[in-house]
């Protein structure tokens, strides 16, 4: 049986009052505008100032392209559902949706961990980095990355949607995602649970622990540093990023690897917030507002567009 036969839409669950709704959607639209304001602001002074030309603001201007379409696969449609009161999303669009968020989280986790590589060998390495962190291993990286998410979320689409959907068309999320459609599932869904657990892994997995011991090195070389001023300005930028793979990873594993019986709908929808709104809204924050670089930059470019003209 096809699902077409079965389910034609779906139905988002967002909030039930109306004053909840509104409440929500504020808080998501704030959170969404804020976060494309720093990602345009780090995209926009990584292009025209050329000092900023470096492998490391290379992939954080990446990063944040990338931060604008993550945020921008949910927030807008769930904040526009929600003001309208049109909860419903067709199959198709379930899809495209269930694609993109996890294209671009798999993405995300692959850039911060590239970052925190970066990050290692300028500290670590500093005289091996124009060699290792040389142009051509960035687009490879870069690359790799977009081509290792693609594969990933056509095969977890495509096995989410080979599946039939008979018990309720209701999906308790504000966005479509893999658990959510599992349990609304009339099919056996062991290997969607199966390649879930293998995908969290072996990339996501593998990536933390890269990221960790990346940090371990880099902290313990920077306690071998006498100044006491370098030491804490070199701890200021790592723990804000470990703080935020953590929370990224920790929320989306739970969500996606917990047993269904245990779900519930106020916690569902928490737990989506920490790793679909809170890395995009925060990566401006510690990449760029702690970064003197970027400050200095960004009062460049106004003084150059805006001042002179």
């Known amino acids: 049986m096809l699902n077409s036969t079965l389910v034609t839409e779906f139905l988002e669950v967002f909030a039930e009052t109306w004053k909840l709704?509104?409440?929500?959607?504020?808080?998501?639209?704030?959170?969404?505008?804020?976060?494309?304001?720093?990602?345009?602001?780090?995209i926009i002074v990584t292009i025209v100032d050329q000092t900023l030309n470096t492998p490391m603001y290379f992939f954080l201007r990446n990063l944040s392209i990338l931060d604008m379409g993550y945020i921008s696969v949910t927030v807008p449609n769930a904040c526009i559902n929600s003001l309208t009161d049109q909860r419903n999303m067709s199959v198709a669009g379930c899809a495209a949706q269930i694609f993109l968020f996890l294209f671009c989280a798999c993405v995300e986790i692959q850039f911060l961990t590239i970052m925190s590589q970066d990050r290692y060998v300028a500290i670590c390495k500093p005289l091996l980095y124009p060699l290792i962190m040389n142009h051509q291993f960035c687009v490879q990286m870069t690359l790799a990355s977009l081509l290792t998410s693609l594969i990933l979320a056509s095969v977890h689409t495509f096995k989410t949607f080979h599946l039939s959907f008979c018990h309720s068309n209701v999906v308790p999320q504000f966005f479509c995602d893999i658990p959510s459609l599992l349990m609304l599932s009339c099919s056996d869904t062991f290997n969607n649970k199966l390649l879930l657990l293998l995908t969290a892994i072996g990339l996501s997995g593998s990536c933390f622990t890269f990221i960790a011991i990346s940090y371990i090195r880099i902290i313990s070389t920077v306690l071998k540093v006498p100044i006491k001023r370098e030491r804490t300005?070199?701890?200021?930028?790592?723990?804000?990023?470990?703080?935020?793979?953590?929370?990224?990873?920790?929320?989306?594993?739970?969500?996606?690897?917990?047993?269904?019986?245990?779900?519930?709908?106020?916690?569902?929808?928490?737990?989506?917030?920490?790793?679909?709104?809170?890395?995009?809204?925060?990566?401006?924050?510690?990449?760029?507002?702690?970064?003197?670089?970027?400050?200095k930059a960004v009062k460049k470019v106004i003084f150059r567009f805006f001042i002179v003209e």
């Open 233 to 295: 300005k070199a701890f200021s930028t790592c723990v804000p990023h470990i703080i935020v793979v953590s929370v990224f990873l920790s929320s989306g594993a739970y969500a996606y690897l917990r047993p269904s019986a245990i779900s519930e709908l106020v916690e569902d929808m928490t737990l989506s917030v920490f790793y679909t709104t809170v890395p995009p809204f925060l990566n401006p924050i510690i990449y760029s507002l702690r970064n003197k670089q970027i400050k």
């Open 21 to 42: 709704r509104i409440l929500l959607s504020v808080l998501f639209l704030l959170m969404y505008l804020g976060s494309l304001l720093g990602t345009l602001i780090i």
